[in-house]
């Protein structure tokens, strides 16, 4: 079992930037792929990024392709999420997930290990 914790969330303007991390522990670090997801009041939760277990092709979901990126410090055992050019729609619980394997999927059965989301504001 991994577990996670995530940190960086906050209230941001329209237009502006927020780097959200994940710290994780308890498996060795490069043999999971690790992805974030979202989820806003009333919606499902939505697959956000993903990234392999030793750091290479990353993807992304529809909604923030071009805006935020998904990267990896194995000598930190954290993964990052850059957020660039918010939107309110981007508004949402962020969720950072551990998952099994090598390379990152994009459902959430793809994904064993979750932690306790932190909070994303975008003001208009």
């Known amino acids: 079992q991994v577990q996670l914790v995530e940190s960086g969330g906050g209230l941001v303007q329209a237009g502006g930037s927020l780097r959200l991390s994940c710290a994780a522990s308890g498996r060795m670090f490069s043999n999971y792929p690790m992805g974030w997801f979202r989820q806003a009041p009333g919606e499902e939760r939505e697959f956000v990024a993903g990234v392999s277990a030793i750091g290479i092709t990353p993807h992304y979901g529809d909604s923030v392709k071009g805006r935020f990126t998904i990267s990896r410090d194995y000598a930190k055992n954290l993964v990052y999420l850059q957020m660039n050019s918010l939107k309110p729609e981007d508004t949402a619980v962020y969720y950072c997930?551990?998952?099994?394997?090598?390379?990152?999927?994009?459902?959430?059965?793809?994904?064993?290990?979750w932690g306790q989301g932190t909070q994303v504001t975008v003001s208009s």
């Open positions: 997930a551990a998952g099994h394997g090598v390379g990152a999927g994009s459902s959430e059965r793809d994904f064993d290990s």
